[in-house]
């Protein structure tokens, strides 16, 4: 344990303290510094006590430093420690153990809303830290010490936050229609916007591996219709035992082959959007054309046409999207450092960039688990009904996650927030030549400060540099 006795701040380095906390303390006339009692900014509760000084933690009535015509009384009764010029009774940096009977007892109730980070561990509830202060040899050695030092900020802290958002189709509620064969839109036969039912024609297509296909469709028929008739004489024939049971079993499995030849042929056919009355057309008319019409699956709005009129599209290539107008999505790219913000289910708003004052209420749907390495930001969607704002796909705006103001906190440069080993501390200026290590719990950073949730009051001067 830190602080036992009195030591020079070298031996407090070497001890174990990190030298990037404590370099305060390297800067005394004899090189000291100096354990002294915490002024009640640690974490916990302390309950009141009848006679009790909280700040330097002994009784009321004994304290030499509230009451310095105490100091003769201690000394005419030999309890007076002149190295730390305190009461022998009270020194605690002589005597690390020491309590009083009126001492109020720490309580630590769970924090429910801590969350751990590697970052920010919890801080130790009752540690040296507590006790410790840097005493200078005067003011004049700490000015020479150049210690930068800056206000701890008095703000509201808010959950608030913006990104850009653009709008998007639902794309549970939409599909894509597709061909299986490169091919191009002749013409159009149906507009953007326009709600049509399963099986309507939205285009017609032209491809040059359309009559290939529906050839060995056409052949695959024939041979299917030739082995039938086969497989109907043979079966005939096996009845009346004129054929052997190999030479019945030979005329089915042929039979069976060319019905499995049929069936993917077919379903070629189908994939390309043809469909059973069109099939039945080229059976029954046996003539093959480049042409046929695209029909949707399924019914909807026409969300998009996107293949261009005469371009020849490769197979699998999106031609036209079908889905619901009034569902839409707003997908945002949020700031890493944001990101912890939202939450599935919350209400945020959403601002075209043409017109910012008209919002519309959106619904948290979906938060990324994952940052994009390039752009440090990651993928935020909502959704939205498109009833008060008239929304387009596409379009581009602002999502706005709506301030919640939090408990009044305090915000210190980054640069002021240490690491001793057990808690996270700020160095707080109380007097031209005395600093204490604060323990503080911070809450999130940003934009070059931390916010610190407690330990800290505004207006305290801490030390930067």
């Known amino acids: 344990m830190f602080y036992r006795r009195y ?11 990190t030298s990037a906390s404590w370099a305060l303390g390297a800067f005394g006339q004899n090189g000291t510094a100096v354990a002294k009692p915490d002024d009640q900014k640690t974490e916990g509760k302390h309950a009141t006590a009848p006679d009790w000084c909280a700040e330097h933690r002994v009784p009321e009535s004994e304290c030499t430093k509230c009451n310095p015509g105490l100091i003769q009384t201690f000394k005419a009764k030999g309890d007076w420690c002149n190295e730390h010029q305190l009461p022998e009774s009270h020194d605690r940096i002589c005597h690390p153990g020491l309590t009083f009977a009126q001492e109020p007892k720490i309580e ?11 970052f920010f561990p919890k801080n130790e509830a009752r540690c040296a830290t507590d006790d410790a202060i840097i005493q200078f040899a005067s003011a004049e050695t700490a000015e020479r010490a150049g210690l930068t030092l800056a206000p701890a900020l008095d703000v509201n802290e808010a959950a ?3 990104a850009p958002a653009e709008v998007l189709f639902d794309e549970t509620r939409s599909y ?17 916007g326009q709600n049509v039912s399963a099986g309507q024609a939205l285009a017609e297509l032209e491809s040059p591996d359309m009559p290939r296909l529906q050839a060995d469709f056409l052949e695959a028929a024939l041979e299917a219709q030739l082995r039938e008739q086969e497989f109907t004489r043979s079966d005939s024939l096996g009845k009346r035992g004129l054929i052997s049971v190999a030479e019945a079993q030979q005329v089915d499995g042929q039979f069976r082959t060319a019905q499995a030849r049929l069936f993917g042929a077919r379903a070629l056919l189908e994939a390309c959007g043809v469909n059973q009355n069109e099939i039945q057309l080229i ?16 019914g909807g709005a026409l969300l998009e046409r996107k293949a261009s009129l005469g371009e020849l599209l490769t197979a699998g290539s999106i031609l036209a999207l079908v889905g619901d107008l009034s569902v839409l999505w707003i997908e945002a790219h949020v700031r890493e450092s944001d990101l912890s913000l939202f939450r599935k289910g919350q209400t945020v708003e959403f601002a075209t960039d043409g017109d910012a004052l008209e919002k519309v209420n959106g619904r948290v749907i979906w938060v990324a688990q994952f940052v994009d390495p390039v752009t440090r930001s990651a993928t935020v969607r909502a959704e939205v009904a498109n009833a008060t704002l008239d929304l387009k796909a596409h379009q581009f705006g602002r999502l706005v996650l709506p301030a919640s103001l939090r408990a009044a906190t305090v915000a210190v440069p980054r640069d002021a927030v240490q ?11 109380e007097a031209p030549d005395r600093y204490r290590p604060h323990k503080v ?3 999130r950073g ?17 030390v930067v540099k």
């Not at 030591?7 to 303290?17: D, E, Q, W």
């Not at 001793?420 to 700020?426: I, K, L, S, Y």
């Open 176 to 192: 894509a229609i597709t061909t299986t064969v490169p091919a191009l839109v002749v013409r159009w036969l149906a507009e953007p």
């Open 441 to 443: 719990t911070v809450s």
């Open 283 to 298: 059976q029954s008319s046996r003539a093959v054309t480049p042409r046929w019409l695209l029909r949707a699956s399924r």
């Open 7 to 17: 030591m020079p701040a070298l031996l407090l380095v070497t001890a174990g303290i």
């Open 446 to 462: 940003d934009r070059g400060y931390y916010n610190i949730s407690s330990g800290l009051h505004a207006g305290d001067m801490v």
């Open 419 to 429: 690491w001793e080993g057990c808690c996270n501390v700020v160095f707080v200026r």
């Open 160 to 162: 608030s936050t913006e």
């Open 108 to 118: 630590s109730p769970p924090d429910e809303t801590y969350k751990p980070s590697i």
